[in-house]
């Protein structure tokens, strides 16, 4: 197939496995299996990238542990959407020095978005000199080799050049569940959202092959797997850069048709790229799972023109429209962002107002956080702290209020869940996902764990359903 964008060619995957075969010969030296780390920040896309780093490192002859105590390899995966994530970042990493004073030769490595930005490269260059090894997104399927450069010669590396990145296939993969998977259908984002630091961090837009993504898909159903989310910044751009006819609606359907009983998902769409042949193809297919993350950011148009969103809430309103006539009962969630430089109170109305008019399932709120070198970081924000917190938390108010409202409607009715796990807490139980991912809980024996079964929901809070197996 014919694409605009690059393939790593597959003899430069076979020399990063070579990298592996030669590290897992030096580590099997060892009296006891050298022992990894890795830590996750950010998003689905990030937890994706680990299970592909546990991967590699496994190859390489590590066991992956659960804590940093003790381990030999550590990696912060990290996240640079907003400050507060990449203070959380430095904070954890400047607490490893103390760990490998104890354990020199202790291997601490720093990838993900914040190793893509100039000005945290240079920070952990200068004052984080614990950290061994730092490489961006664009870089990961170089790991082994990058590592093993590191494992030889004890010196720092930092890969961490601006790239447009190109896609790795064929990397060796540790998923973290046995009931969801993730499946990555592209890369990068092209929007350049003026708020956004991602296209910066994570390159141009670039998709899998279907062949290759239909068939990991369908390997994953074999293996077992009831809950697959297909993964891109953009999903609704999948396909612009292959040749032909593919794009996602297309891919979805194509999946859809694989055989055996699993749901599938797929984040994040951009609603100026959510057409109503996507709203088709998620009525008519039976796996696809009645839910639809849209991000609308704001409610108000001036702010969504600042913010390079390219639509206006009348656009938003009409699709969401377009969807429900479709399908009724689709479970919606989004994104927002109170306190964009320049909206003013007024404006932010506009954003409780579309809340009230659509009435989400759920939503993920957000405080605006400026992003150095991203446009809306330059523009004059002189709304106070406090008056942005003040708005938030009216915000959040109406979202609690509309999603307890929306739980209540479950209540007497039997839904088809997913029976996913066990409750953390003192009353343990088992949890369950209903077909729009909202969270049940519920009573049961553990072995129920991977079925799916009717549940009648008896009751609920803001965050979550409860129910009973109703067979
Ligand atoms: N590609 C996805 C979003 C990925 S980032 C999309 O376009 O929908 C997840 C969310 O973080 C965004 O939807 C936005 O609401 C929020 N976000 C991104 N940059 C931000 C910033 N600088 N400050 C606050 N929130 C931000
Ligand atoms: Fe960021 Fe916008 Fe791209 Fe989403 S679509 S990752 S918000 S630039
Ligand atoms: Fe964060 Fe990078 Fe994801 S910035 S939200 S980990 S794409």
């Not at 050049?161 to 046995?178: F, M, N, Q, T, W």
């Amino acid at each position: 197939m014919k694409r605009t964008t690059p393939v790593v060619p597959a003899e430069d995957i076979r020399r990063q496995m070579g990298y592996c075969d030669e590290l897992r010969a030096l580590n099997a030296r060892r009296p006891v299996p050298p022992l990894a780390w890795v830590d996750t920040y950010g998003c689905q896309q990030n937890e994706a990238d680990s299970e592909l780093l546990r991967g590699m490192l496994c190859e390489m002859g590590y066991q992956i542990s659960d804590t940093e105590q003790g381990a030999d390899v550590i990696v912060i995966n990290t996240c640079a959407i907003r400050e507060h994530a990449e203070q959380r970042v430095f904070g954890n990493v400047g607490a490893l020095v103390h760990g490998k004073r104890r354990h020199p030769d202790q291997i601490v490595c720093l990838c993900g978005c914040m190793a893509q930005e100039p000005h945290v490269a240079d920070r952990l260059r200068q004052s984080y000199r614990h950290v061994d090894l730092v490489f961006g997104p664009q870089a990961l399927w170089r790991f082994p080799e990058l590592l093993r450069r590191v494992y030889l010669r004890r010196g720092r590396v930092f890969e961490t050049e601006p790239s447009d990145g190109a896609i790795a296939e064929g990397l060796p993969v540790r998923r973290s569940g046995k009931l969801k998977a993730w499946v990555s259908i592209m890369y990068g984002c092209n929007n350049f959202c003026s708020y956004c630091i991602v296209p910066y961090v994570r390159g141009r837009e670039r998709s899998r092959e279907p062949e290759i993504v239909l068939s990991e898909i369908r390997a994953l159903v074999e293996q077992g797997y009831k809950d697959i989310t297909l993964l891109g910044q953009n999903v609704n751009s999948y396909g612009k850069d292959l040749e032909g006819e593919m794009d996602f609606p297309a891919l979805l359907e194509r999946a859809d048709a694989i055989p055996g009983d699993f749901l599938l998902r797929f984040m994040t769409s951009h609603p100026k790229d959510a057409t109503e042949k996507l709203f088709d193809v998620m009525a008519r297919c039976q796996k696809v799972a009645p839910c639809l993350h849209l991000p609308f950011q704001s409610g108000n148009t001036r702010v969504l023109a600042a913010m390079n969103r390219r639509y206006t809430r009348e656009g938003y309103l009409e699709k969401v429209h377009a969807l429900r006539q479709r399908i009724p009962d689709i479970v919606l969630t989004s994104d927002v962002i109170v306190g964009f430089p320049g909206e003013t109170t007024q404006e932010f109305e506009d954003t409780l107002s579309l809340i009230e008019a659509v009435r989400f399932d759920a939503l993920f709120t957000f405080i605006y956080s400026p992003r150095k070198g991203t446009p809306a970081a330059e523009l004059p924000d002189p709304m106070p702290k406090q008056e942005k917190s003040a708005n938030f938390e009216r915000m959040v108010a109406v979202q609690d209020r509309i999603s307890l409202e929306k739980h209540r409607a479950y209540i007497g009715s039997v839904q088809r869940c997913l029976i996913d796990g066990t409750a953390q807490g003192p009353d343990g139980g088992l949890t369950a996902r209903t077909p729009g991912n909202r969270l049940v809980h519920l009573s049961g024996a553990p072995a129920l764990i991977g079925q799916f079964a009717p549940v009648r929901i008896t009751g609920c809070s803001t965050w979550a359903l409860s129910g009973e197996l109703a067979r």
